[in-house]
């Protein structure tokens, strides 16, 4: 394999379009031998994708004083705002790389909120570019309309009902959105704009420049997955790997970006109810497994818990702050 597949997912949108169960075809053929896929037939305007990265490239290009007026230790525990290059870690070392932080927006009076739930607040938005909040929040909307249909069809690829996430795990999803900006690195340069991992959670929606420099870890090697115009890029998570024991696995992937030119970025999470727990999927989902050691050697399985407790314990090596700001917002509180 040295391109990845083409799914249109326009029947699990209710538009016109190749029939649901070839489409869960597709998208089990995609799951079990590269992880990753072309989303097209979505339905999400390109001139909500045009807006999202106008607003972006405005603000990549303030001064880094402006961008620091909301740097993510203004977000707290809540995990929102900017970073620098240099401040997120993959593996231990460095990304070459800049970027947003994003979830859903939630009031001061939301339950999870006043509860001091880590993850779940409001967002953190530049004052000198006041049309970012729109254009994210209505992306925020549009790719979880998106997520969810897609999900549809990884349900009925594992012999389950079509509405089995949404109608459970996903009734209330985790929804974490990042905007990053990739500088040039020279072409002989080892630095990564992110190194090789997998991505924590069920299901990852990427929109991306036409700059390229995403690659993808096949059996036969790297491979790389140019920008598809009007397509997204999908693939599982390690979440979506252990709910279905092995079946379906998360696929190591990384991102130099040797174009010469500045390169963006727009990847959008889709996990699990933050207090739910992840048992295994029943029936083919949970049918076999073939003792194959992952890349890194962690075992998907070991984990028990909530979404969110995997998720706090994921990001933290990421961000090693964030697990001091969890502390912090957890410590009881005096009245």
Known sequence: MRELPVVDVSALIGRPGPPMRQVA?????ACRDSGFFYVVGHGVPAELLSRLDTAARRFFRLPEADKMEIAMSHGGAAW???FPVGAELTSGRPDRKEGLYFGAELGADDPRVRAGLPLHGSNLFPRQVPELREAVLDYLAALTTTAQAVLRGVAVSLDLDAGYFADGYTADPTVLFRIFHYPPSPPDSDDWGVGEHTDY???TLLAQDANGGLQVRSADGWIDAPPVPGAFVCNIGDMLDRLTGGWYRSTPHRVRNVSG?????FPFFFDPDFTAEVPPLPRRAASRTDGVSRWDGQDLQAFHGTYGDYLISKVSHV??????EVRLNRRPRRT
């Open 319 to 324: 961000f090693p702050q964030l697990r001091q």
């Open 261 to 265: 030119r500045d390169r963006l970025s």
């Open 25 to 29: 075809a597709e998208i089990e053929r």
């Open 80 to 82: 929102r705002g900017y």
């Open 201 to 203: 959670g069920l299901l």
